[in-house]
């Protein structure tokens, strides 16, 4: 099945920080969501981007679909931005759900 | 607007007794909804998707099952409970495929002792 690699595994900043989060697949992939876990485990929906460029407020997410990778970028962090970052692709092949990657842990400090 | 919703939010529960956990979507018809699993507080991983009534696929072999009595109801059970079993279970939907984009419920702690 298709494999999801996301790094960094841990990254610790500090409020004000940017950083960019990476998310690389080896296969092709018909859907492509990015989420944020927070502290009591939901997962929030940031972005729909199996292809193209998406911007939400300080959150963007660029997905070049021919290179197998898609980034989310974070500017000005805030201390409400830490928890899990997860990637997860629909590969259209086998299992009918999306493969997730381990996630990036965030901790922004005050 | 579509709303998920799972209970409990939390579950102690022995080992080797029986489990029911529900899920429950509104404001959708026919949608495809889907059993993960997350243990250890990184990554999830699909357990079941159902297409539609009594229509249930499993991914992973395990002490699990799944019914999907109603449209917009799917239901995790188990008739014995492992130590394995711990973890945070969450359901998710789609609106018909799983090509389009999936919005996840709050999910069910369980704890097995």
């Known amino acids: 099945g298709i494999q999801v690699e996301q790094s960094p595994p841990d990254l610790i900043l500090q409020e004000g920080a940017n950083s960019t989060l990476r998310c690389n697949f080896s296969?092709?992939?018909?859907?492509l969501q990015w989420f944020h876990q927070n502290p009591w485990g939901q997962l929030i929906n940031l972005f729909y981007?199996?292809?193209g460029t998406k911007q939400n407020g300080r959150l963007s997410a660029t997905t070049v679909a021919t290179e197998r990778y898609s980034l989310l970028y974070i500017s000005s962090s805030q201390t409400t931005d830490s928890g899990v970052y997860f990637c997860a692709v629909y590969s259209g092949g086998g299992a009918d759900g999306l493969t997730f990657g381990k996630g990036t842990h965030l901790i922004i400090q005050p | 607007s579509q709303t998920i919703h799972q209970w409990p939010a939390t579950l102690v529960q022995p080992v080797g007794s029986p489990l029911s956990l529900e899920c429950t979507v509104e404001?959708?018809?026919?949608?495809?909804l889907y059993w993960y699993r997350q243990a250890a507080g990184r990554g999830l991983q699909l357990l079941f998707y159902s297409i539609g009534i009594d229509q249930i696929s499993s991914e992973v072999p395990q002490n699990l099952s799944a019914s999907r009595p109603q449209d917009r109801q799917f239901i995790l059970s188990s008739k014995k409970l492992l130590l394995s079993d711990s973890g945070f279970y969450l359901c998710?939907?789609?609106?018909?495929?799983?090509?389009?984009?999936?919005?996840f419920g709050p999910g069910t702690r369980l704890t097995v002792l």
């Open positions: 296969d092709s992939v018909n859907n």
């Open positions: 981007i199996p292809s």
């Open positions: 404001g959708t018809s026919n949608p495809n």
């Open positions: 998710a939907w789609t609106e018909v495929s799983s090509y389009n984009e999936q919005f």
